[in-house]
């Protein structure tokens, strides 16, 4: 249960003296941010016939802005203490001009310069104003009370009793108000933004859909090299074996050599399956040679014809071949599958960043990733690195699939 005393201890805890000393520390740091920032925008607007001093100055700017707001979120962390999130940094890809312009058009930028050029120095002069005259009243009152004991003021001391009395319960309620509409500003305009929130939670959720993707492609080559050099060494041994016993075993009774001849073809009949097993979960090709040799053998072992066009200087990430390899391989199932087509060209190129997938057929059209799974898949393989998927398939042919693959 609270009583009046805890109210009173409460009313003048530490908490009371650290909102003083963050009113009183706001206006020398309110003025340092004016001198700075208003310093750098008179020097761009007195050089702006110039493209290098304006551009020095944003730099600095963008520069210092952080800077002064690290200070500020120091400030009421130390004496409030409320932890006010930092604004999530900006993409460092593109050029540094890029990214110098990107800052200065960045929404956060401009609301911390608006803290630091209004708000805060707003805030800081009236908190530092009216809590430096409370204080001084107070203590003006109280020894003017004294003054007039030991002069023996008898009555009159009533007055400036009461006046430092009434000033020593309202400073403590004043300061909590300055300091609380100094905090709900810097939440505002210091710390991130909603957007700023949102945009962070999406970069999170990329950053993991990312390595799930690399782990899913990491433990698909693990299979495969575990299948390679194991299960299908041995079926090779034993289809050998096998081939060897027919050979050898000419005398044997019909039924025995019939057993061994059914077992044999059964043997490399798994053997050829295994090895379109390994081969669609992560071919060893695209490690080492990379997307054009990879590429090559589905077009070697296609039903039909396939003119294959390949032109990438640079081979881009593991995980963006994977993707590449795969979604051609699927188009060319369904090609082979649903399409009728009696031949079909891949091209392959890449442009700065961007990986693109072409692949056109001649068949019968009309395909639509609403009526099938393989569509569908195609989509969402290159979704999961966050590329583009567009499908052309008028009835009656030609269906051309593009695909746009990020290299970054």
């Given at each position: 249960m609270t009583?009046p005393?805890?109210?009173?201890?409460g009313h003048?805890?530490s908490?009371?003296?650290?909102?003083t000393?963050h009113v009183?520390?706001?206006?020398?740091i309110?003025?340092?941010?004016m001198?700075?920032i208003?310093g750098?925008g008179?020097?761009?607007?007195?050089?702006?016939w110039?493209?290098?001093?304006?551009l020095?100055?944003?730099l600095?700017?963008?520069?210092?802005?952080?800077?002064?707001?690290?200070?500020q979120?120091?400030?009421f962390?130390?004496f409030?203490d409320?932890?006010?999130p930092?604004?999530?940094?900006?993409?460092?890809?593109?050029?540094p001009?890029?990214?110098?312009?990107l800052?200065?058009?960045?929404?956060?930028v401009?609301?911390q310069i608006?803290?630091h050029?209004?708000?805060?120095?707003?805030?800081g002069a009236v908190?530092?104003?009216?809590?430096?005259a409370a204080w001084?009243?107070?203590?003006?009152?109280?020894?003017?009370?004294?003054?007039?004991?030991?002069?023996?003021?008898?009555?009159?001391?009533?007055?400036p009793?009461?006046?430092?009395?009434?000033?020593f319960v309202?400073?403590p309620w004043?300061?909590?108000g300055?300091?609380?509409l100094d905090?709900?500003?810097?939440?505002?305009?210091?710390?991130?933004?909603?957007?700023?929130?949102?945009?962070?939670?999406?970069?999170?959720?990329r950053?993991s859909?990312?390595?799930?993707?690399?782990?899913?492609?990491?433990e698909?080559r693990?299979?495969?090299r575990?299948?390679?050099?194991?299960t299908q060494?041995?079926?090779?041994?034993l289809?050998?074996?096998?081939?060897?016993?027919r050979?050898?075993?000419t005398d044997l009774p019909?039924?025995?050599?019939?057993?061994?001849?059914?077992?044999?073809?059964?043997?490399?009949?798994?053997?050829k399956e295994?090895?379109?097993?390994v081969?669609g979960l992560?071919p060893?090709?695209?490690?080492d040679?990379?997307?054009?040799?990879?590429l090559?053998?589905?077009?070697?072992?296609?039903?039909?014809p396939?003119r294959?066009s390949?032109?990438?200087?640079?081979?881009?990430?593991?995980?963006?071949?994977?993707?590449a390899f795969?979604?051609?391989?699927?188009?060319?199932?369904?090609?082979?599958?649903h399409?009728?087509?009696s031949e079909?060209?891949?091209?392959v190129?890449?442009?700065?960043d961007?990986?693109r997938?072409?692949v056109?057929?001649?068949g019968?059209?009309?395909?639509?990733?609403a009526?099938?799974?393989?569509?569908r898949?195609?989509?969402?393989?290159?979704g999961?690195?966050d590329?583009?998927?567009?499908?052309?398939?008028p009835?009656?042919?030609?269906?051309?699939?593009?695909?746009?693959?990020?290299c970054?």
């Open positions: 009583t005393w805890d109210r009173i201890h003048w805890s908490r009371t003296w650290l909102r000393i009183a520390t706001g206006v020398p309110a003025l340092i941010s001198a700075a208003l750098l008179a020097l761009s607007i007195a050089l702006a110039t493209v290098f001093v304006p020095v100055a944003l600095i700017l963008t520069r210092m802005v952080p800077l002064l707001t690290w200070l979120r120091s400030r962390a130390a409030l409320l932890d006010i930092p604004v999530p940094p900006l993409p460092r890809d593109g050029s001009l890029r990214r110098l312009l800052q200065a058009r960045s929404g956060s401009w609301r608006a803290y050029l209004v708000i805060g120095p707003l805030i908190g530092f104003l009216s809590g430096v001084s009243a107070c203590l003006v009152a109280a020894i003017i009370t004294v003054q007039l004991l030991i002069a023996g003021g008898g009555w009159t001391t009533a007055l009793a009461a006046a430092a009395l009434a000033l309202v400073v004043l300061l909590r300055i300091t609380a905090t709900v500003a810097a939440r505002a305009l210091l710390g991130a933004s909603l957007n700023d929130d949102l945009a962070r939670r999406v970069e999170i959720l950053e859909r990312a390595e799930v993707v690399e782990a899913a492609d990491a698909r693990r299979i495969e575990d299948l390679h050099d194991g060494q041995r079926l090779v041994s289809a050998l074996n096998l081939g060897m016993a050979t050898a075993f019909e039924p025995a050599r019939q057993v061994i001849v059914r077992s044999h073809e059964e043997a490399k009949q798994a053997l295994l090895r379109d097993v081969r992560h060893a090709v695209l490690n040679q990379g997307l054009d040799a990879a090559s053998g589905l077009a070697a072992r296609a039903p039909f396939v294959l390949v032109d990438v200087p640079e081979r881009a990430s593991a995980v963006i071949e994977a993707v795969f979604v051609v391989s699927e188009a060319l199932t369904n090609v082979a599958k399409a009728r087509a079909a060209d891949v091209t190129r890449r442009d700065g961007v990986l997938l072409l056109r057929d001649n019968q059209g009309g395909a639509e990733p009526r099938g799974s393989g569509l898949g195609l989509a969402q393989r290159a999961s690195v590329g583009t998927l567009r499908i052309d398939s009835s009656g042919g030609p269906t051309t699939i593009e695909v746009e693959l990020p970054a």
